[in-house]
């Protein structure tokens, strides 16, 4: 089993930035790709960005391409999310998720575990 918590999230005004945390304990080995995804209330879960442990591969949504970066420290087995130039529509829970699979999903069900989330509140 992996245990994932996430933190850093908060509220912060349009234009600003937040910086989320997501530290990854027990079989993290068993981990090959992590990512992040977002819930806004009444919608559905939809892709961040996402990573491969090894090599650092990065993959992202179209609206948050240039805005947010995903990076990971291997040695603290804790994957980030960098959010700058934030707007209203970016508030949401964001979750962290790792996938066992080879290869970067945008899919919420190719991921086999998820932290607790965090809440992103952007006022406008």
């Known amino acids: 089993q992996v245990q994932l918590v996430e933190s850093g999230g908060g509220l912060v005004q349009a234009g600003g930035s937040l910086r989320l945390s997501c530290a990854a304990s027990?079989?993290?080995?068993?981990?090959?790709?992590m990512g992040w995804f977002r819930q806004a209330p009444g919608k559905e879960r939809d892709f961040v960005a996402a990573?491969?442990?090894?090599?650092?591969?990065?993959y992202y949504s179209e609206s948050v391409k240039g805005r947010f970066t995903i990076s990971r420290d291997n040695a603290k087995n804790t994957v980030y999310l960098q959010m700058n130039s934030l707007k209203p529509e970016d508030t949401a829970v964001y979750y962290c998720a790792g996938a066992l699979h080879y290869g970067a999903s945008a899919v919420p069900g190719s991921y086999d575990y998820w932290g607790q989330g965090t809440q992103v509140t952007v006022s406008s």
């Open positions: 027990g079989r993290t080995f068993s981990t090959n790709s």
């Open positions: 990573i491969i442990w090894r090599g650092g591969s990065t």
